[in-house]
């Protein structure tokens, strides 16, 4: 029967903070010829910077096309069944103020512990069998630990973790050890009883407190989740929250298996409602989410799909659930609807989405914004045509994925070619190459029976800050290329050569239609900031459409 053990053995200095995590993973390996692949490691900002392999045979590695994945490969031909010992030393990824923002994977330091996803840190063995179910064990080996040290991982607490799984499901699990809270919280234990969290299917923990009430964020998604998972056809209730502090400017999160990770920063303390809303598009990636065709999981051809329908599902199980009103959900159905049609980017095509993802802009919306209305389009076609719903697609998708079938784009597209015919292929090319989605006026009585709200074109303000998004990265950081007819620069009183200090809004949440953008700048040789705020709206206007109740 295949088994893999992997054990971490976190470092700390005499501090008590940690500084490494040692790992040792052991397995019976499948037969592997000359030159194949023993081994994946996802390359990234956060690349593990110290990892040695210290077993007999000799390996040598060969990059992917865009450096996104190294494959390790073996020198000589390895027996079937050989028990292969791989160590190496992984560190966290240095960070300050000025990091770049990305997903919550590196392994970092905070408040004294550690915390990363497997895909920053792991070697995923390469089975050769078809990825089997494999007998893993997680141990954590805290024996030079500080006394207050708890360790976690995504399938449970403790020194000790069994499961059956696939090994590759390793790089989307996290792993986290240190002075940990948590929600449920610890309650006092004998030595040889678990802790309450540890039996718990639910888990949220963080390193440092965060500033929103976790007990009645804790309490809420206890609540909430097997809702939802009840919705997407899901009987299993495993569930793990990571929360992180980012000492640089990023709030930002990740979807893993059967669970996520999310940031917040002292620098911009995010809105409560900004807060819920992200929270839900993270919960929702547990379940719909495509096998991807080219490039492996950070291909962002796709990535329409994943984002699209977590913000759709995001904005449209709460509703469905009775925790939204009729009134919030049409106010946030028409800010993703602006977000849409005023996005200054949205004529990139798909395919060009990954190449300026990272770069400044509003490129990056593109996969939530579109992925949304597209999915919006085909929900209320299915509505329209008596067969299968948008829900009930989904879930044979979902289930596809459980059962490790075919679930990429090209059986999506099978499924709506069924259901709809050609014309379904159509909408998709056409929402490929950034033809502007149109909906239908009465598009929201697939939500609302007997619906009197109608969506009606409109006119609105570009989004637009007035002056180049690269200054926020620059260095030195002052505003420079002011467009000093701008709201920034006549509303907002911003001036050319203004020294820009961490303290302002995040664009992500700028986008949103009704937000006023704030940003703390130090002027000439004042050592007190001006706070500037203003709508980050162009004057000019282009189409789009809102919904208004009719009488």
Same mark, same amino acid.
């Given at each position: 029967?295949?088994?893999?053990?992997?054990?971490?053995?976190?470092?700390?200095?005499?501090?008590?903070?940690?500084?490494?995590?040692?790992?040792?993973?052991?397995?019976?390996?499948?037969?592997?010829?000359?030159?194949?692949?023993?081994?994946?490691?996802?390359?990234?900002?956060?690349?593990?910077?110290?990892?040695?392999?210290?077993?007999?045979? /000799?390996?040598?590695?060969?990059?992917?096309?865009?450096?996104?994945?190294?494959?390790?490969?073996?020198?000589?031909?390895?027996?079937?069944?050989?028990?292969?010992?791989?160590?190496?030393?992984?560190?966290?990824?240095?960070?300050?103020?000025?990091?770049?923002?990305?997903?919550?994977?590196?392994?970092?330091?905070?408040?004294?512990?550690?915390?990363?996803?497997?895909?920053?840190?792991?070697?995923?063995?390469?089975?050769?069998?078809?990825?089997?179910?494999?007998?893993?064990? @997680?141990?954590?080996?805290?024996?030079?630990?500080?006394?207050?040290?708890?360790?976690?991982?995504?399938?449970?607490?403790?020194?000790?973790?069994?499961?059956?799984?696939?090994?590759?499901?390793?790089?989307?699990?996290?792993?986290?050890?240190?002075?940990?809270?948590?929600?449920?919280?610890?309650?006092?234990?004998?030595?040889?009883?678990?802790?309450?969290?540890?039996?718990?299917?639910? /888990?949220?923990?963080?390193?440092?407190?965060?500033?929103?009430?976790?007990?009645?964020?804790?309490?809420?998604?206890?609540?909430?989740?097997?809702?939802?998972?009840?919705?997407?056809?899901?009987?299993?209730?495993?569930?793990?929250?990571?929360?992180?502090?980012?000492?640089?400017?990023?709030?930002?999160?990740?979807?893993?298996?059967?669970?996520?990770?999310?940031?917040?920063?002292?620098?911009?303390?995010?809105?409560?409602?900004?807060?819920?809303?992200?929270?839900?598009?993270?919960?929702?990636?547990?379940?719909?989410?495509?096998?991807?065709?080219?490039?492996?999981?950070?291909?962002?051809?796709?990535?329409?799909?994943?984002?699209?329908?977590?913000?759709?599902?995001?904005? @449209?199980?709460?509703?469905?659930?009775?925790?939204?009103?009729?009134?919030?959900?049409?106010?946030?159905?028409?800010?993703?609807?602006?977000?849409?049609?005023?996005?200054?980017?949205?004529?990139?095509?798909?395919?060009?989405?990954?190449?300026?993802?990272?770069?400044? /802009?509003?490129?990056?919306?593109?996969?939530?914004?579109?992925?949304?209305?597209?999915?919006?389009?085909?929900?209320?076609?299915?509505?329209?045509?008596?067969?299968?719903?948008?829900?009930?697609?989904?879930?044979?998708?979902?289930?596809?994925?459980?059962?490790?079938?075919?679930?990429? @784009?090209?059986?999506?597209?099978?499924?709506?070619?069924?259901?709809?015919?050609?014309?379904?292929?159509?909408?998709?090319?056409?929402?490929?190459?950034?033809?502007?989605?149109?909906?239908?006026?009465?598009?929201?009585?697939?939500?609302?029976?007997?619906?009197?709200?109608?969506?009606?074109?409109?006119?609105?303000?570009?989004?637009?800050?007035?002056?180049?998004?690269?200054?926020?990265?620059?260095?030195?950081?002052? @505003?420079?290329?002011?467009?000093?007819?701008?709201?920034?620069?006549?509303?907002?009183?911003?001036?050319?050569?203004?020294?820009?200090?961490?303290?302002?809004?995040?664009?992500?949440?700028?986008?949103?239609?009704?937000?006023?953008?704030?940003?703390?700048?130090?002027?000439?040789?004042?050592?007190?900031?001006?706070?500037?705020?203003?709508?980050?709206?162009?004057?000019?206007?282009?189409?789009?459409?809102?919904?208004?109740?009719?009488?």
């Amino acid at each position: 029967m295949a088994a893999l053990n992997l054990k971490l053995r976190p470092l700390f200095r005499n501090d008590g903070v940690a500084q490494a995590l040692d790992v040792t993973m052991v397995f019976d390996t499948a037969g592997k010829k000359q030159d194949e692949v023993v081994f994946n490691h996802t390359l990234m900002r956060a690349v593990v910077p110290t990892m040695h392999n210290n077993s007999a045979i /000799g390996l040598y590695t060969v990059d992917t096309k865009r450096n996104t994945y190294r494959e390790f490969r073996v020198e000589q031909d390895v027996p079937a069944g050989e028990r292969l010992t791989v160590k190496y030393q992984a560190t966290p990824r240095h960070v300050n103020e000025s990091t770049r923002c990305g997903p919550q994977v590196a392994i970092e330091e905070e408040n004294g512990g550690l915390s990363g996803a497997g895909l920053a840190f792991l070697l995923i063995p390469a089975t050769g069998d078809g990825d089997i179910l494999h007998d893993i064990v @997680i141990e954590w080996d805290l024996s030079s630990a500080p006394s207050t040290t708890r360790a976690v991982c995504t399938f449970g607490e403790g020194q000790g973790v069994s499961v059956r799984e696939r090994p590759s499901i390793l790089s989307e699990c996290f792993f986290a050890a240190g002075p940990l809270k948590s929600y449920p919280p610890v309650v006092e234990t004998t030595p040889s009883a678990p802790s309450a969290t540890s039996l718990s299917p639910f /888990g949220m923990y963080w390193l440092s407190d965060p500033p929103f009430d976790t007990s009645s964020l804790g309490q809420q998604l206890e609540k909430l989740i097997p809702r939802m998972a009840d919705f997407f056809g899901d009987d299993d209730r495993l569930f793990r929250i990571f929360i992180r502090r980012n000492e640089y400017k990023c709030a930002s999160g990740r979807g893993l298996h059967r669970g996520f990770v999310f940031a917040w920063t002292p620098l911009s303390p995010k809105a409560e409602d900004m807060v819920q809303d992200f929270l839900m598009h993270e919960i929702v990636h547990n379940w719909p989410r495509l096998g991807f065709t080219t490039g492996g999981p950070e291909d962002l051809i796709d990535g329409w799909f994943n984002e699209g329908i977590a913000e759709y599902y995001s904005l @449209i199980l709460p509703f469905v659930f009775g925790v939204m009103t009729e009134e919030q959900f049409i106010e946030r159905f028409n800010w993703r609807i602006s977000g849409y049609y005023t996005n200054p980017d949205r004529a990139v095509k798909n395919k060009d989405v990954q190449d300026r993802f990272w770069l400044p /802009g509003q490129v990056n919306r593109i996969p939530y914004q579109r992925g949304f209305m597209y999915f919006v389009q085909l929900a209320y076609k299915l509505h329209n045509s008596g067969k299968r719903s948008l829900d009930e697609l989904m879930r044979e998708m979902i289930k596809l994925r459980a059962t490790d079938k075919p679930h990429g @784009i090209r059986v999506w597209l099978s499924f709506v070619e069924r259901e709809l015919g050609s014309p379904a292929l159509d909408d998709y090319k056409e929402m490929s190459e950034a033809k502007p989605i149109i909906l239908p006026s009465d598009v929201a009585k697939v939500w609302i029976p007997n619906s009197n709200w109608k969506l009606e074109p409109v006119r609105q303000e570009e989004f637009y800050l007035g002056f180049p998004e690269e200054n926020f990265s620059a260095q030195p950081r002052v @505003i420079a290329g002011l467009d000093l007819e701008s709201r920034a620069a006549k509303v907002g009183g911003l001036q050319e050569g203004d020294q820009i200090t961490l303290k302002y809004g995040f664009l992500v949440d700028a986008d949103v239609w009704p937000k006023m953008f704030t940003m703390n700048v130090k002027r000439g040789n004042e050592e007190t900031p001006h706070q500037i705020t203003w709508w980050p709206r162009s004057w000019y206007k282009v189409e789009s459409y809102q919904f208004v109740r009719s009488a």
